[in-house]
């Protein structure tokens, strides 16, 4: 629904249209009496039902009480024909998004936007409000660079409305989203608080902490994961640094630190103190008989601490010899001299021993193929061992990059059927297997023609006498067929051998994301072989059929179709899915958590 300009919205007049966002339409308004300009938000996302409006006028007075200069104001709000809208303070300075989009912020800029926006958090907080949906997005800049949070409480808004994730959880971004947020756990002030953290990683480091993951992958590793350290992905930040920023990402929300203001005041400190240590073991690697290096640093990236800490005592030191000049006379070494490289070598062993042992707990990903040579248009299994178990990904099919997704089992074990298209080309070809982003290992598949190409020329006659070489000899004990004398009638050319047959297609089969999905939840479907430029009706099967979703199917007859299952009772169900060419089906458990 859009509204024509002149529209008058309680005391404001629409203007025009400014763009459209996840949850509605945005249009510039105007107050005459007071001279000021607003942004009115349609919130087209939330279902126009006495209960949803009712608790709309609830939040948005929650909302509009809140007075913070980092966070949006909230001029007025109502209905216009049944669609709740909200008039706010128009802010022409663009977003935080917009600002990380030109390239790595430097470190006081990143630390002025953070104390912004904690302050803002705690604020709201304290009022017993929380965001839900921080993110760079919702970060506007004032001109004067001051951050200003919008959308306060919307994601909560959408809960219960005709607004879904594709995940079927909780609203929100996923790649700012706190792993209670995915879980559908009760959300509070620490669900913020990792989002902020978030927000700081991908000032610090350039990305966000699990870059270039899909949806499912990236909310699954929300809740299973843990990211690669800020210092693994920029080298000027430290460990003390690392370890304030993983305390902000801590899976358990009580684990995080108390507060946004103390998050970023332990970063500052964290940043502070990063330049010295750098300088310090310049120094300590001029020409000298020994140097140290303080053991707080190694610490503070072994566990994640309480609290910020004070500085190291320059005490907790180890030593390390070097050796003293020629011209010096040699010093013997001490019991403490030798006892620091004793212990040193113990640490290295010990390193290397578990090194060792995650390598054999964590074996490498391995990839075979059922065949290594098939015929164009034919199928070969693709089999894995040792993937994560229940990680999503795809068997890739090179040159030109053929998709194939695939689910892992509980035991970290693949097997997908895969058709080699009939248009690849002769020769070898490269089959892996991807997920995350990285692929992890592959095989070569030698393609040779297609049976269908190899069609015997119709009317040939066998010759009379065959050529050396040209034909196989016959087989022993069998008399070769008579010469045929001169002036002989010829005998009739024998009938040509039928074409072969070429293999009937592939029966249509789907995969599933998951082997169980709980109500309101949702599920991936992954089509193979299917009619292409058909659609496939996706439909869950319990006491009766019920349609949960169509996709549209491609021109390798393949299809990825994400849906949510409402109406379903917990226990054994099916899944299947329909075009005009066949159908495919697969079993699945429906459970309430």
């Given at each position: 629904m859009s509204i024509a300009p002149g529209t008058k919205l309680g005391q404001y007049e629409v203007q025009d249209f400014i763009g459209q966002g996840a949850m509605g339409l945005v249009y510039r308004a105007y107050h005459p009496q007071l001279e000021r300009t607003g942004a009115v938000k349609v919130l087209q996302s939330i279902a126009p039902d006495p209960d949803t409006t009712a608790r709309f006028r609830h939040e948005a007075q929650a909302i509009a009480q809140m007075r913070h200069p980092n966070i949006l104001n909230v001029y007025d709000f109502g209905e216009y024909q049944g669609m709740p809208y909200m008039i706010v303070e128009y802010v022409p300075g663009g977003s935080l998004a917009n600002r990380l989009s030109q390239g790595l912020l430097d470190q006081p800029a990143a630390l002025r936007y953070l104390r912004g926006i904690a302050s803002g958090l705690d604020y709201a907080h304290g009022l017993g409000v929380v965001h839900r949906d921080v993110k760079?997005?919702?970060?506007?800049?004032?001109?004067?660079?001051?951050?200003?949070?919008?959308?306060?409480?919307?994601?909560?808004?959408?809960?219960?409305?005709?607004?879904?994730?594709?995940?079927?959880?909780?609203?929100?971004?996923?790649?700012?989203?706190?792993?209670?947020?995915?879980?559908?756990?009760?959300?509070?002030?620490?669900?913020?608080?990792?989002?902020?953290?978030?927000?700081?990683?991908?000032?610090?480091?350039?990305?966000?902490?699990?870059?270039?993951?899909?949806?499912?992958?990236?909310?699954?590793?929300?809740?299973?994961?843990?990211?690669?350290?800020?210092?693994?992905?920029?080298?000027r930040l430290g460990p003390r640094l690392d370890a304030v920023v993983m305390r902000g990402l801590a899976k358990d929300p009580n684990a995080r630190w108390g507060s946004c203001t103390a998050f970023v005041d332990a970063l500052a400190a964290a940043l502070a103190q990063a330049a010295p240590a750098a300088v310090e073991q310049t120094v300590a690697m001029a020409p000298a008989v020994a140097s140290t290096m303080p053991l707080a640093a190694l610490a503070a990236a072994a566990e994640v601490p309480p609290a910020?800490?004070?500085?190291?005592?320059?005490?907790?030191?180890?030593?390390?010899?070097?050796?003293?000049?020629?011209?010096?006379?040699?010093?013997?070494?001490?019991?403490?001299?030798?006892?620091?490289?004793?212990?040193?070598?113990?640490?290295?062993?010990?390193?290397?021993?578990?090194?060792?042992?995650?390598?054999?707990?964590?074996?490498?990903?391995?990839?075979?193929?059922?065949?290594?040579?098939?015929?164009?248009?034919?199928?070969?299994?693709?089999?894995?061992?040792?993937?994560?178990?229940?990680?999503?990904?795809?068997?890739?099919l090179l040159s030109t990059i053929h998709l194939f997704p695939f689910v892992a089992g509980s035991s970290g074990n693949v097997s997908v059927p895969i058709?080699?298209?009939?248009?690849?080309?002769?020769?070898?070809?490269?089959?892996?297997?991807?997920?995350?982003?990285?692929?992890?290992?592959?095989?070569?598949?030698?393609?040779?023609?297609?049976?269908?190409?190899?069609?015997?020329?119709?009317?040939?006659?066998?010759?009379?006498?065959?050529?050396?070489?040209?034909?196989?000899s016959p087989s022993p004990g069998v008399s070769a067929p008579p010469t045929a004398t001169t002036g002989a009638s010829p005998k009739p050319a024998s009938s040509p051998k039928a074409s072969p047959t070429p293999p009937p297609p592939p029966a249509p089969s789907i995969t599933l994301s998951a082997s169980s999905v709980k109500v309101g939840g949702s599920i991936t479907v992954y089509g193979f072989h299917f009619g292409p430029g058909q659609t496939a009706t996706i439909s869950l099967i319990q006491a009766t059929s019920t349609t949960v979703g169509t996709a549209p199917v491609k021109s390798d007859g393949s299809f990825t179709a994400p849906v949510t299952i409402l109406a379903a009772v917990p226990g054994p169900a099916t899944i299947r899915a329909c075009t005009s060419s066949g159908c495919a089906s697969q079993a699945v458990t429906v459970t309430l958590t």
């Open positions: 760079p997005a919702n970060v506007l800049l004032e001109t004067d660079d001051t951050p200003v949070l919008a959308d306060f409480g919307l994601a909560k808004l959408m809960q219960g409305s005709s607004l879904k994730s594709i995940s079927g959880v909780t609203t929100g971004t996923p790649a700012y989203m706190s792993p209670e947020q995915v879980t559908g756990s009760q959300v509070g002030p620490p669900a913020d608080r990792y989002s902020l953290a978030t927000i700081a990683y991908e000032m610090l480091t350039g990305v966000i902490p699990f870059d270039g993951e899909g949806v499912l992958e990236l909310l699954y590793a929300q809740v299973h994961r843990e990211p690669p350290l800020p210092s693994a992905r920029n080298a910020p800490r004070a500085a190291p005592s320059p005490s907790a030191t180890v030593a390390v010899a070097y050796p003293a000049p020629a011209t010096a006379a040699a010093k013997p070494k001490s019991r403490r001299g030798w006892f620091a490289l004793a212990a040193a070598a113990v640490i290295v062993l010990l390193l290397l021993l578990a090194i060792g042992v995650n390598a054999a707990a964590h074996p490498q990903p391995t990839l075979s193929l059922s065949a290594t040579t098939v015929r164009a248009g034919g199928t070969v299994t693709v089999s894995a061992a040792h993937v994560p178990a229940g990680q999503s990904g795809e068997i890739q058709t080699v298209p009939r248009d690849i080309g002769i020769g070898d070809h490269t089959v892996r297997i991807c997920w995350a982003s990285q692929c992890h290992a592959s095989a070569t598949l030698h393609v040779i023609e297609p049976l269908a190409l190899r069609t015997p020329t119709a009317g040939a006659t066998p010759t009379a006498t065959p050529s050396p070489g040209a034909g196989p």
